[in-house]
């Protein structure tokens, strides 16, 4: 792929899903930086003693330089709470143009609950976060990014994903040294999320709403930081946040999302590809709190 121009983002309402910490924080920074106006949407919104990152710090960094944010503290499985996320942007900023759908469930036990452990209750779970909000924000925005003259909708995914370009896909590692990779939930819903993007790409094309799936690779975000520090792993192969960040701005903001609607890439890849700069876009987000940034 060639890289595009990319379009002025100035005045564009991006809503943010998990923007409390990680790549959804990044990106909110990165596209207010760009001129865009962001809702922010997370569980936490002011700082934990057991999480890193909150709303609360996140809407502080943008106003820092100037940006324009919104934080609403959203439960991604209530579909209550998503109509309430949608409505706010629309009330404060009159509309929606991008809708970045970062937040993923994460925490607590999945990553060391094997199959036959896994209870149906955060089997479905996991679904409700990973894809059926998706689902839900997305009915609720294309109208809104419709009547706006169109939109984009970047979805994140996971290694998972038919990513790599290969007749067949490299066989899944069960663990990595004591620490499993083994989370059905988590890889299941992400993949059904990859699908959704697919078969919902040619409809929304016509309404002039491009939908990209990303994988952002292994990232060091703050809680890779904790889990590679609990479980002794070698965290040198982590890609700074700033990476799958840039690439959803550019997803975001490039010329022809045509070429990439309905697609899976892979974050790390793309941007070395197409030469993508990180410089005077994307500022790395530096944790000065208790809890050390890989």
């Known amino acids: 792929m060639e890289r595009q121009t990319e379009m002025?983002?100035?005045?564009?309402?991006?809503?943010?899903?998990?923007?409390?910490?990680?790549?959804?924080?990044?990106?909110?920074?990165?596209?207010?930086?760009?001129?865009?106006?962001?809702?922010?949407?997370?569980?936490?919104?002011?700082?934990?003693?057991?999480?890193?990152?909150?709303?609360?710090?996140?809407?502080?960094?943008?106003?820092?330089?100037?940006g324009a944010a919104l934080p609403v503290q959203t439960d991604l499985a209530s579909e209550a709470d998503l109509k309430k996320l949608v409505a706010a942007a629309v009330d404060r900023f009159g509309g929606v143009d991008i809708l970045v759908n970062n937040a993923a469930a994460t925490n607590g036990p999945i990553w060391s609950t094997r199959f036959l452990d896994l209870s149906r209750e955060d089997w479905l779970y996991q679904f409700d976060v990973n894809v059926h909000a998706p689902f839900t924000l997305i009915q609720l925005v294309v109208p809104i990014m419709e009547k706006r003259g169109g939109g984009r909708i970047i979805n994140l995914s996971t290694g998972s994903g038919e990513v790599f370009r290969m007749p067949e896909e490299p066989r899944k590692l069960d663990a990595v040294g004591e620490f499993s990779l083994a989370v059905p939930g988590y890889y299941s819903s992400k993949r059904a999320l990859d699908r959704l993007g697919n078969c919902l790409a040619p409809e929304l094309a016509r309404k002039n709403i491009f939908i990209i799936g990303l994988h952002p690779g292994l990232v060091a975000t703050e809680l890779v930081a904790i889990r590679v520090r609990e479980a002794?792993?070698?965290?040198?192969?982590?890609?700074?946040?700033?990476?799958?960040?840039?690439?959803?701005?550019?997803?975001?903001?490039?010329?022809?999302?045509?070429?990439?609607?309905?697609?899976?890439?892979?974050?790390?890849?793309?941007?070395?590809?197409?030469?993508?700069?990180?410089?005077?876009?994307?500022?790395?987000?530096?944790?000065?709190?208790?809890?050390?940034?890989?």
């Open 232 to 294: 002794g792993l070698d965290d040198s192969v982590a890609v700074s946040m700033t990476v799958p960040a840039r690439m959803i701005v550019y997803f975001s903001a490039c010329e022809n999302p045509a070429e990439y609607t309905g697609r899976l890439f892979w974050a790390e890849r793309e941007l070395a590809d197409m030469a993508i700069p990180l410089d005077g876009i994307a500022q790395p987000f530096v944790n000065t709190g208790s809890t050390p940034a890989a």
């Open 8 to 66: 002025d983002l100035t005045g564009k309402v991006a809503i943010i899903t998990g923007a409390s910490r990680g790549v959804g924080r990044q990106s909110a920074l990165d596209f207010a930086r760009r001129g865009a106006r962001v809702v922010l949407a997370a569980r936490t919104v002011d700082t934990s003693d057991t999480l890193p990152g909150s709303l609360g710090e996140t809407m502080q960094e943008i106003e820092a330089f100037g």
